[in-house]
């Protein structure tokens, strides 16, 4: 694998499940995010890891949940979502999340569904 | 707060045809990057192209290149001799050179190139 891998690509769960996606990123990177792309609104950033630390959290709602256990992989762990919550959820990762040179690489996205 | 915005939801060029997309800022920072992104049909978010604030020289990339007005806040993208490959949504992106690596971006233009 390489670059940025998402998991799964495609969820369909209902608003008293539990479920959590994944991304791992291959590139040696320092930094991950947390993007959720709505139909009727602009990329909005969710959340930001740089060295496993958070260093950002955009006002997210506690239903969701993000978890660094390493620089490779992050997670975002959902439960008792709203219909309002069905969206792309893309991952990316760049060198560290301290240099705005840095590029961000993304990954394919999980299409979520909330029924 | 950072705006960004994107005025031209859908456009189509045809093919070996040259289009200029549209997008424009808001923002009180001096210091700052502007970046265009591609996302093609059901695949991954990939940089085009990315311009310093502090850069008169207008960024160019191959057949992409953008028109960077800082006194107007406008920063648009012209593909040269459009490719059907070039079909994608394209977003225009912020980042604050003091805020780390966080990208606000726009709500997207749907861009079709036809045969």
């Known amino acids: 694998e390489t670059g940025v891998t998402q998991t799964p690509r495609h969820l369909v769960m209902g608003m008293t499940n539990k479920k959590s996606l994944k991304c791992e990123q291959h590139l040696g990177h320092n930094a991950m995010y947390w993007y959720k792309q709505s139909a009727k609104k602009p990329l909005e950033l969710m959340f930001v890891?740089?060295?496993?630390?958070?260093?950002e959290n955009n006002s997210v709602p506690s239903r969701f949940s993000p978890e660094c256990p390493n620089s490779s992989h992050l997670f975002l762990h959902l439960h008792t979502l709203q219909p309002e919550d069905s969206a792309l959820y893309l991952c990316a990762s760049s060198q560290d999340s301290g240099d705005p040179y840095n590029e961000q690489f993304f990954g394919p996205g999980t299409r979520l569904t909330v029924l | 707060a950072q705006t960004v915005t994107q005025s031209q939801p859908e456009m189509s060029v045809q093919e070996a045809e040259t289009v200029t997309l549209s997008c424009t800022y808001d923002t009180s920072e001096n210091n700052y990057y502007l970046f265009w992104y591609k996302q093609p049909p059901s695949r991954q978010m990939i940089l085009v192209i990315r311009?310093?604030?502090?850069?008169?020289q207008n960024a160019t990339e191959n057949r992409f290149s953008v028109n960077f007005q800082k006194a107007a806040k406008s920063f648009s993208l012209k593909i040269s001799d459009s490719q059907l490959g070039d079909t994608a949504m394209y977003f225009c992106a912020f980042m604050n050179n003091n805020a780390g690596n966080m990208l606000t971006f726009g709500g997207g233009t749907r861009l079709m190139v036809k045969p």
């Open positions: 311009q310093e604030a502090y850069k008169q």
């Open positions: 890891y740089n060295f496993k630390e958070q260093t």
